[in-house]
């Protein structure tokens, strides 16, 4: 019963609800105890001959003001009761889909999406349920189960109580076992259950891949076998959850044939009326369902303190990046200045980076350029605070970056990744993500920035057009050029482009790099590219080779240096040369 421990918190702030709702199944548990007692004495009035017709009208009044009463009660309890499980559920989603948001990249490494999505469903819905139907067994089978035993007693036969009880230890230590492999059993196949999902999210997001590669016989094979796991692992579930009935039912079974038994002797002795044996045994028949909802509260609690584990565990992830206290809230302008002494991913043993040093001023273009895998993408990822363990110390407008709260920081940053992702909207709803209220003349401003809208008008809803999940429906390029006029809709004071000209060609990069020139005078521009052509008009270029700096300067001085950038350029304008039939 830990998890109504751990869930303490949750019931106090919900306490007047639960109290009230409480307090209501305590009274229905009371009022189902008087049909009992109503039938034993009609019984005994008609074996004794005194049964009139307004004996018999009173009862009957007596039990029909029962039965409206318990049908109003048992309306609102449900209303209190589950309505704040329902609230629980909700609580519990806003806190963990916060917690995403907040968690940096290396979070997500580790972590699978459709574990992540399991967590936010299948286990909410066991935790909701420990909040509903387990506090509801919970208290009414302890409520009913206690007013009926106290009645049986106090106002029949306190004998045949205790002898009709005997069997009761036998199922408290039995459901008790079956609750601790329960716990085992659900936890597994909740697990299952976060795989299966997980699969299902990467084949439907790959599906083109999948298909192209025409694996799709082998992927659902690997589906089939992941669904027959989680499978096993909820029979192996419900194999412990089965017995929890049978049990039960034999038990009481057993203690109603001792209550007839012995029940039946002392009818005999006269130490009971026919009524009140009746009206035993129909207390007896009511506490069937407090000795079944006992076995299926350890069920429910057993599932939804697997599933709370989970939660709570993921909650506990710390996030990576923390803001200073004081933080400055207000976005940076002017010079960035790199000095990184050494940057090492989590878990890697090899330095990404080292000895980055370099001033980039404000107005100014930097390209980044180098091998793949040279440190280009990294060197973004740490103005951007994705990951904050490096020796040195960036800084931004005269602080380092970590004085900043990371509102400010991202929002003087236009980012276009190389994986460029787009929402299932519409072509507008997705360049005006950043800035929603933007209206129709910056969207298009922004679109024609970024050389899209002419492809846009081609489509068939225009700017409405529902570009479907990651921009299925989209070529790369047009996802390229989309992701960047989302971030030239921000206006940002820092426009990076990393590699996100690769899928366009070199007549719209030219355009794309003019209209950048032209009207983000004053603002910083950083470009990473494989293609040197994106970035020979560049301020100052950055080569990179092994997370090092091996080159520094103009394309003007790099060309006289001849060294890797000076190779690389001839080598592309041949490659260039080539491709259009030109001659050398």
């Known amino acids: 019963m830990t998890v109504f421990r751990d869930l303490f918190w949750f019931f106090r702030q919900e306490k007047k609800a639960y109290l009230t709702g409480i ?88 972590k699978r999406i459709g574990d992540l999505m399991a967590h936010a469903t299948n286990d909410l819905q066991a935790i909701q349920q420990t909040a509903g139907s387990g506090i509801l067994t919970l208290v009414d089978s302890l409520t009913l189960g206690s007013f009926v035993l106290a009645t049986m007693a106090l106002t029949i036969s306190w004998k045949l109580t205790i002898i009709s009880l005997l069997p009761m230890p036998i199922m408290a230590v039995a459901t008790s076992r079956y609750g601790t492999i329960l716990h085992k059993r659900f936890l597994k196949a909740q697990e299952a259950f976060s795989s299966l999902n997980d699969k299902v999210q990467e084949s439907i997001s790959g599906i083109r891949v999948i298909k192209s590669f025409g694996y799709e016989q082998e992927d659902v094979e690997s589906f089939r076998k992941q669904s027959e796991e989680v499978v096993v692992k909820n029979v192996a579930v419900a194999k412990i959850d089965a017995l929890f009935d049978p049990t039960i039912s034999l038990i009481v079974g057993i203690s109603f044939f001792l209550a007839v038994t012995f029940g039946a002797k002392m009818v005999i002795a006269g130490e009971l009326t026919i009524g009140e044996l009746v009206s035993f045994t129909t207390y007896l028949g009511l506490l069937i369902w407090p000795m079944l909802a006992f076995g299926w509260l350890f069920n429910i609690v057993e599932r939804g303190r697997a599933s709370y584990d989970r939660v709570r565990a993921l909650l506990a992830e710390k996030e990576e990046i923390q803001e200073a206290e004081n933080a400055i809230t207000a976005p940076p302008t002017g010079d960035i200045v790199y000095d990184i002494r050494q940057f090492t991913y989590p878990n890697e043993s090899r330095p990404s980076l080292e000895n980055i040093r370099f001033c980039l001023r ?57 994986d460029h992702f787009l929402f299932s909207a519409t072509v507008r709803e997705n360049i005006a993500f950043a800035k929603p209220e933007a209206s129709e003349e910056e969207v298009v401003k922004a679109a024609k920035l970024a050389n899209i809208h002419g492809d846009i008008m081609q489509f068939a809803d225009g700017y409405d057009t529902i570009v479907g999940e990651r921009g299925v429906s989209l070529s790369g390029g047009q996802k390229q050029r989309i992701s960047i006029a989302r971030a030239l809709l921000m206006n940002p004071e820092v426009l990076i482009l990393d590699d996100s000209l690769s899928a366009v060609d070199a007549k719209t990069e030219e355009r794309i790099l003019s209209a950048l020139k032209e009207n983000r005078a004053g603002k910083t521009t950083i470009i990473t590219a494989h293609r040197l052509s994106a970035i020979q008009h560049a301020d100052l270029i950055v080569v990179l080779n092994g997370g090092r700096i091996v080159q520094m300067g103009t394309h003007e001085q790099l060309m006289r240096e001849r060294g890797w950038y000076h190779d690389m350029y001839e080598r592309q304008q041949l490659e260039s040369l080539v491709e259009q039939g030109g001659e050398i």
């Open 23 to 110: 307090f209501i199944l305590i009274v229905v548990a009371f009022l189902e105890t008087i049909p009992p007692k109503v039938i034993g004495i009609v019984i005994d009035h008609i074996k004794e001959g005194t049964m009139a017709k307004t004996v018999l009208v009173r009862w009957m009044a007596v039990l029909l003001s029962v039965a409206v009463v318990l049908y109003i009660l048992r309306y609102w309890w449900r209303i209190l009761i589950f309505g704040s499980a329902v609230k629980l559920a909700r609580q519990l989603r806003n806190e963990l889909y916060a917690h995403f948001t907040k968690m940096s990249p290396s979070f997500y490494q580790r």
């Open 362 to 418: 404000r107005g100014q273009t930097l390209g980044i350029v180098g091998k793949t895998g040279a440190g280009k993408t990294t060197l973004l990822k740490l103005l951007l605070r994705e990951f904050d363990q490096y020796e040195g110390e960036i800084r931004f407008g005269g602080h380092e970056i970590s004085e900043y709260t990371l509102d400010a920081l991202r929002a003087a940053i236009g980012y276009v990744p190389q």
